[in-house]
């Protein structure tokens, strides 16, 4: 076993401490402490003199506490009637805070909730006056956008009513066109029959054939081009039609922004919580404090759970290594503890 050399420590020791036995008590202690500053047991028998240093550590330990109760034990007691006494006058003066504060709370809490029932009104009020204006608003919109639905779909009635009359129109023509032709292949047929026998007669059938041919394609080409610019101008109507529809759709769109604007700039306006009339004094105010209850511990995440380490201690203590707590690791460590001779 190694020890080292005894080694002087200065400690300032206060006036009323400073006596002879004291002082002997405290320098047998530093004595005996450093005595053992790089302990260090390397064989069976300076394990068991190391038990025998234990009590004596122990021992000086116990002198050492003995001491220090009897030299504080007359101060504590001296500190518990010099706290006692002035507690008496300090609970009768905190006593008396507590009412004031109860007081000025109880007022300022009425007149805070007779101005937040004057605000609570007329936020009600503004609230209900908006809800018309909204209303008002909406009506009006729906007014206006009903007669330009009702508008276009006049005029898109009106559009399919002249295509209709035009489409007739071109048909009775065609109807008109293949009767006159039909008369006049008819009529080429009795020419072709009675000049049958004559040549001559036959080349002016031909001719007239050929003649006939040439109407009726003009005739068809005419028709044709009428029809196609019937439809053209159908085409050009209904798209015109399609676009006065967008831009109804995109005013209507403008318009239920503007209303959504409005009805923002309306909220904003409605009343703001009350202002208590309670006066501001200097030197106090008032906090709001906020408090909870649990009411369903079944709910509460576990991120706001502590565990209970010191049942979990007593657990492992009864259990020892046959502890099974999941999410918990178990482990024993050795210390040494002595008894004072």
């Keep these: 076993m190694e020890q080292t050399e005894e080694r002087s420590e200065v400690i300032e020791v206060p006036a009323e401490l400073d006596n002879p036995e004291i002082t002997k008590l405290t ?83 009425e007149q805070d909730r007779i101005a937040e029932e004057i605000a609570r009104k007329e936020r009600e009020k503004a609230e209900r006056e908006a809800e018309r204006l909204r209303e008002e608003a909406r009506k009006a919109d729906e007014l206006a956008a009903k007669k330009e639905r009702e508008r276009l779909a006049e005029e898109q009635r009106k559009a399919d009513e002249v295509a209709k009359a035009e489409r007739k129109r071109l048909d009775e023509e065609q109807r008109i066109a293949d009767e006159a032709a039909e008369k006049e292949r008819e009529r ?51 798209e015109r039609l399609h676009q006065e529809k967008l831009d109804a759709e995109a005013a209507q769109r403008e318009r239920t922004a503007r209303a959504e604007i409005l009805e923002a700039r309306a909220d904003d306006k409605i009343a703001a919580p009350g202002q208590s009339v309670a006066p501001k004094v200097s030197g106090i105010q008032s906090r709001t404090a906020w408090k909870f209850e649990v009411i369903d511990a079944s709910k509460v995440p576990d991120q706001y759970k502590t565990i209970d380490e010191k049942k979990i201690g007593g657990v492992v203590r009864a259990l020892k290594g046959d502890t099974e707590i999941p999410g918990v690791r178990v482990w024993s460590e050795q210390t040494m503890a002595a008894r004072s001779a």
């Design 188 to 238: 080429i047929a009795e020419m072709e029959r009675l000049a049958a026998k004559d040549e001559a007669k036959q080349k002016a059938v031909e001719e007239e054939k050929r003649r006939q041919h040439q109407r009726e394609e003009a005739e068809q080409r005419r028709i044709q081009e009428e029809k196609d610019a019937a439809a053209k101008r159908e085409q050009q109507e209904q």
């Design 27 to 109: 320098s047998q202690s530093l004595v005996l402490a450093s005595t053992y500053d790089n302990y260090e047991v390397t064989t069976p028998d300076e394990y068991v003199d190391g038990a025998e240093h234990l009590k004596e550590i122990k021992e000086q330990i116990n002198a050492v506490n003995e001491e220090r109760f009897a030299q504080t034990r007359p101060l504590d007691e001296t500190k518990k009637r010099i706290m006692a006494f002035f507690a008496k006058f300090t609970d009768r003066l905190e006593d008396a805070e507590s009412k004031i504060k109860i007081g000025l709370l109880t007022y300022k809490t």
